[in-house]
């Protein structure tokens, strides 16, 4: 369970709270704001507030003075377009913040996004808690031949046991030792009067990858469907992937139409390059193509068949 | 006036609808919500959504599960701190978005600012309003002599009298022409159905850069103070300035603790160069400092000397 | 001519020049270094600096030591993997800079493309020259009614010279009153002793967008691609694509296999949406499809016709 | 010492390289080029690449044509007028490409600078090296109790001792497992060809912060000079204020007179308060202030009597 009783209570109280607004809302995202969304074993992400829906996309395409939405129809139609022409601007009309709790090794990869706001727990300031994430055993997967930075099949029982024992250890250990370099227990109590503790900026540095932190991250819906295509992406790292998935669902209740745009032109759809263009030309003229005549490279090759559902 | 009766209806309707909402709301930001500020002779600025509030940026500087707030002047302090010491992540948690007017000089200085997303009404896809700056006799300055991108004095009435002449008439002539090669009248009609009207993308080139225009501009707080602070600065351009000044009131509804901060901290200190500063050690020295042993040019002999409110 | 004989002088003595240096240099690039390629009627795009070659993509891909490159072969694989995947980083890690005279107009359009550096020439400190763009009579087009921000067939040859007629005059008329106002003649000296010149930063405001302003504008190989992506594309307005079109010819002196590699898997290529897809695998089925029975839209279904090269 | 005998050997013969080139070339930059400049025990950064110069910066104010320099001495009075007045964009024509080997905790206070390009080491593609940071025993210092996130006196000898051990002994043993779970040796062969090796991405979860990353980063100057100003502050951690004292030194080699500007006007100065300004107004005033009767905090009149070279 990643949360403790106060900070569900704090959650709680939050959301049992209502005030009046002349602003856009979004019932079906306020059902669940602040909610602790599970991800991995100790992770969360939590919507923690939200700017405009569906209709300020439209009415900031139309620079309107009122709300601006003609028929459901017509709005839909108008998302459509400027997702599929790439018509951006009106789409970063809307911003979304989360507070997310996250190992940092899957923080080192999100934080590469540039075009977002984060502000991170900082371990200079504050003792991280005893927190790591360690794999469910159908998560340790073989490095995969294929693709050098991919994952093939996974381990089997023993070898996955002997994994979990180390991450379990290490961690244990070199928190453990943490705590003793900052001469501070579980409490936040002094361990030994006669001893200094070590400066938090310093004795972080003894913590393993797998340890969770969490900050607050704030994007436009643009850079986040932008963000999300990537990290949904089936060749993402699983342990990123699976926040980008839940925070899918988030955008799914908070702008349906424009989610929709984007399953349709974005997510759902796939980029053909030049000689895949040219194979699929061949092939409706009747032609018979192999990989070898296609000009493509075998991988190449076999994700457009698979994208095109043939065997190859 | 710069609104039309249906734009003002428009603007009234939506600001008579009040939702529920959990998040977090602001009553003085909500009442003024939506509604149009004069700036210049028909443009304005208004609000038209907000996200997060003084207490958001604690919540992000803590990175708390609940709302986070201690006693106000805790939080006070902490904002005090954050300005301060340019810890500016939190601040960058709450963000604003403009419906703007303003001519297009304007908007052309304005836009240099990349750290906030824009969607401008398109000259390609719609008409142009025949809406032009024409400055007040008093705006009209003579070239400054000591600043080369400044103004001077103000000109006399004949020779005001004259420009004006000169801005209303071209205004005027390049609009109709506009409207002539668009083949279109104020209506939207077809002016002669003999002809073809040229395409609204070409058009619009005859148009002086007086014309105003019009956009959504979204920003967060630290980037907007960082653009405030530059624009609402007395060697910013009047025309621009003035748009600043009625933002900068925005923000003083919006997150009163973070105005004061940012009053006390950026825009009303000062930054003192190494050499002011050792200027300012001599001085407190007892010292007898002038221009010439200062080690500084006249110009930030001067700046300084305002600054510490001497004579020089 | 876009340039002066004083302005050409200048850029034949700089490129008369040579320095030796360790940095990575491209000879093809280096022949056309400070040229201006003419664009429009008064415009140009030139080449004033550069920072690294195809190399130092793999360079940065491999985080090496040294120039770190292998056989050719093996470079443009890594690249195309690199473009393929959007693994976009290390295609950032080449930057140029242009210097670009262009219509207003187009700087609007231009600028908006947040990710380069951009120091525009300043009509606040400086007076702007006596240059507009002035279409080719074939470049004056209707108004398209299937493409609200699009255009027609090209105006016939009599309202052709109206239109041109009208831009001429505007301008001459606009700029002649710019030096009245600002009480200065070609030479830059007072046309007047007994009048007052008002300031240039508001002078300005009477000219119209189709006046030539330049700027330095800098940008990664990335973010240079995804705007020439975009400004290269048939739906963007001729004025800018012909600086788009001008300035790929120098990424391809520049860097030719990330220039190939673009071409293969973003300008060559096309987005497939998930309903084109289901689409395309009906038709290699053998399906019979038209666009009612397609789930697309006529100008979708149009399009995708066309990248298939069939009738539809 | 930072590098294997191969690292070295491929900077030198990318040094001993020369090429003509007609780009604006620095040789004070040039003679360091490639060379890696030790910071902490197993770090370095190095210049891999630059562009423009002093008088890049100048000719990009001016927008010229040609080098477009004066005398040296109105370039320099130009770049102090820029860098005083915040007229940052000439000064973002500069750009400079760091080769950076950093500890993994200095990388992700780093990384939230985002205005530079990066291209970081990928520990899931490939394996880390066994490098990590030690501090020497003078650098162990224990938790600030005046400031949250800062320092106080050094470690005793034997707790310094003891933290050292532990931070060897955690290191070894934890890449120990790291090496066991991906079963490679330092050779990179398998160790157990019995057992399989967990994906690369997975395995790297079990490291401590203090090992070594690198990456290539790129900034522009004016950027480069704002993370500079916070990183080389004494507010700043240690171990990144000795990368951004390394990175000032070729600063001031590559563009010597913005540098001056920059120690003058940011580094060299300080901002004072609105307070702080009334402060020194009272005591210039020949007024008696103490910290009570000034209006500022305890640690905001410690800092601004600081300043002032007074004993407060």
């Not at 070590?198 to 986040?224: F, G, S």
């Not at 390059?273 to 090759?301: F, H, M, N, P």
Request: charged share 25%.
């Amino acid at each position: 369970m990643p949360l403790t009783t106060d900070q569900q209570n704090e959650i709680d109280s939050q959301q049992a709270e209502s005030r009046p607004t002349r602003r856009a809302t979004v019932p079906a995202l306020e059902d669940i704001l602040y909610q602790a969304i599970p991800v991995l074993d100790h992770g969360f992400v939590r919507v923690v507030d939200y700017m405009g829906d569906d209709a300020a996309i439209v009415q900031a395409a139309r620079v309107s003075y009122g709300r601006g939405t003609k028929k459901m129809r017509q709005d839909a139609g108008l998302i459509r377009y400027l997702v599929r022409h790439r018509h951006t601007t009106p789409l970063e009309m809307c911003e979304i913040k989360y507070h997310v709790k996250l190992p940092v090794f899957v923080a080192r990869q999100w934080i590469r996004h540039r075009t977002a706001n984060v502000n991170e727990y900082s371990a200079r300031y504050s003792v991280l808690d005893r927190e790591f994430y360690i794999p469910e055993p159908e998560a340790l997967a073989v490095q995969s031949t294929a693709n050098r930075q991919g994952r093939g099949a996974v381990l089997s029982g023993a070898q996955a046991a002997r994994v979990l024992d180390i991450l379990r250890e290490d961690a244990a250990r070199n928190y453990a030792n943490y705590q003793e370099m900052l001469n501070e227990d579980d409490a936040g109590n002094v361990i030994d009067p006669a001893r200094d503790g070590l400066a938090r900026e310093l004795a972080r540095m003894n913590l393993p990858l797998n340890i969770y932190t969490q900050w607050y991250w704030k994007c436009d819906l643009h850079n986040l469907m932008h963000f999300l295509g990537l990290r949904a992406d089936s060749h993402a790292q699983y342990e990123i992937r699976v926040y980008a998935e839940a925070m899918l669902e988030t955008v799914k209740r908070w702008v349906p139409l424009a989610y929709e745009a984007y399953l349709e032109y974005q997510l759902g759809g796939t980029h053909v390059s030049k000689t895949g263009l040219a194979v699929i030309r061949r092939l409706l003229a009747g032609e018979a193509v192999d990989q070898e005549s296609s000009g493509l490279s075998a991988r190449e090759w076999r994700e457009l068949m698979t994208a095109l559902d043939r065997d190859g």
